[in-house]
T-cell receptor
Framework: DTEVTQTPKHLVMGMTNKKSLKCEQH?????MYWYKQKAKKPPELMFV???????INESVPSRFSPECPNSSLLNLHLHALQPEDSALYLC????????????????FGAGTRLSVL | DAKTTQPTSMDCAEGRAANLPCNHS???????VYWYRQIHSQGPQYIIH???NNETNEMASLIITEDRKSSTLILPHATLRDTAVYYC???????????????FGQGTILTVHP
């Protein structure tokens, strides 16, 4: 099973709302990632978690708050977003960050399409 | 990570081989070439990776030039389902502060025609 599951598939929220995106994998992977993808653009890395600890934050605004409660789950908490934050949010996982090239092959979910009104 | 250059778009007839080029002239000795693709409305999908030897798996073949400054992804018998954006990414295999990052370029839009 190489599946990364993201919920919800679609989300519409107002600028004053608080919402969360959820990502789950059961492959035993110890690294998890959040990417943001605007229309007709490539994905851009936001956060990397390794062994449930934040490893990389690509200078993402604080209105995006990641959380990794355990090795299978990754959340992205959203608060006071702007319309320009509307995008496809992708989650990915990999076996790890160290120990060989193959361990960093990333498996992506289908994404959550977010619209901020 | 080294920068890559790919053609913006390519066409291929169904059943024919699709050859997607990638230039990475500033690649370092410890950097690997990875290929991912993204079919419309889906997340990116890993295809293949290599360091300096040619590689083949059930999805594709990867040919890396001897000087490692360019590579070609080959889909031997393209189908309509291979229509996607193909990303060539060069990155270190392990270690370093940027380890874990995948930096996607603009990619090549491959359209497979009936």
């Amino acid at each position: 099973d190489t599946e990364v599951t993201q919920t919800p598939k679609h989300l519409v929220m107002g600028m004053t709302n608080k919402k969360s995106l959820k990502c789950e994998q059961h492959m035993g992977h110890r690294a998890m990632y959040w990417y943001k993808q605007k229309a007709k653009k490539p994905p851009e890395l936001m956060f990397v978690y390794s062994y449930e600890k934040l490893s990389i934050n690509e200078s993402v605004p604080s209105r995006f708050s990641p959380e990794c409660p355990n090795s299978s789950l990754l959340n992205l908490h959203l608060h006071a977003l702007q319309p320009e934050d509307s995008a496809l949010y992708l989650c990915a996982s990999s076996p790890g960050l160290a120990g060989g090239v193959a361990k960093n092959i990333q498996y992506f979910g289908a994404g959550t399409r977010l619209s901020v009104l | 990570d080294a920068k890559t250059t790919q053609p913006t778009s390519m066409d291929c007839a169904e059943g024919r081989a699709a050859n997607l080029p990638c230039n990475h002239s500033t690649i370092s000795g410890n950097e690997y070439v990875y290929w991912y693709r993204q079919i419309h409305s889906q997340g990116p999908q890993y295809i293949i990776h290599g360091l300096k030897n040619n590689e083949t798996n059930e999805m594709a073949s990867l040919i890396i030039t001897e000087d490692r400054k360019s590579s070609t992804l080959i889909l031997p018998h393209a189908t309509l389902r291979d229509t996607a954006v193909y990303y060539c990414i060069v990155r270190v295999g392990a270690g370093g502060t940027s380890y874990g990052k995948l930096t996607f370029g603009q990619g090549t839009i491959l359209t497979v025609h009936p």
